[in-house]
């Protein structure tokens, strides 16, 4: 019994770990959005060019921290069992 439990434990680790990785689709949605939009508006004024680069990497990076998260939870799952 304790070893189907322990198989059982790490299956679940993994599945968690793969449900962990999807979350790297909201900021390559959110991502590709924001480039998007700075596109726009560079093309609207152009002269403002530093400052919507500013920006837009700035959104970016924060955007950015929730597919990291992800990852290292999913590493953490992965290599704590």
């Known amino acids: 019994m304790a070893e189907f439990t322990e198989f ?3 299956g679940m680790a993994f599945l968690g770990a793969g449900i962990a990785v999807l979350t790297g ?3 390559g ?3 590709g959005y924001a480039a ?3 596109v726009e508006a560079l093309g609207r004024q152009p002269e403002a060019e530093s400052s919507i680069r500013t920006l837009m990497i700035t959104g970016q ?3 950015e921290t929730t597919g990291l ?5 999913a590493i953490i799952l992965i290599f704590a069992t």
């Open 36 to 38: 998007g939009k700075a």
């Open 69 to 73: 998260y992800g990852l290292i939870v």
């Open 61 to 63: 990076a924060v955007a």
């Open 25 to 27: 689709i909201g900021p």
């Open 8 to 10: 059982f434990a790490q």
């Open 29 to 31: 949605i959110g991502q």
